[in-house]
């Protein structure tokens, strides 16, 4: 089973920057679809942006020009660039593996993000 670790969350201000990592075990990686999501409290877990394995991106139309998506395959690790954050960006976020829409692993402990002046 292929465990997920996510870091990079913490407490900024609105219009500040984030890097979310996710590290992922396995030998296999580069050959996924990855997918950042997101939870905010009393909210569903949302899509944020995917990634391909040769590349191809897509974001949420929330995230659209603020997030960048990118993927180092040689250390498995997935990442989430986040410029000019916003309040409504305030949730835990997690990144997995997705099939048709479907999330592949088990969750792991997500990294929080909390936007706020």
């Known amino acids: 089973q292929v465990q997920l670790v996510e870091s990079g969350g913490g407490l900024v201000q609105p219009g500040g920057s984030l890097r979310l990592s996710c590290a992922a075990s396995g030998s296999s990686f580069r050959l996924y679809y990855m997918v950042w999501y997101r939870q905010a409290p009393g909210k569903q877990r949302e899509m944020v942006a995917g990634?391909?394995?040769?590349?191809?991106?897509n974001y949420s139309d929330s995230v659209k020009g603020r997030f960048t998506i990118s993927r180092d395959n040689a250390k498995n690790t997935l990442y989430l660039q986040m410029n000019s954050l916003k309040p409504e960006d305030t949730a835990v976020y997690y990144c997995?593996?997705?099939?048709?829409?479907?999330?592949?692993?088990?969750w792991g402990q997500g990294t929080q993000v909390t936007v706020s002046s």
């Open positions: 990634m391909t394995s040769d590349g191809k991106i």
């Open positions: 997995n593996r997705e099939i048709s829409r479907t999330p592949m692993f088990r």
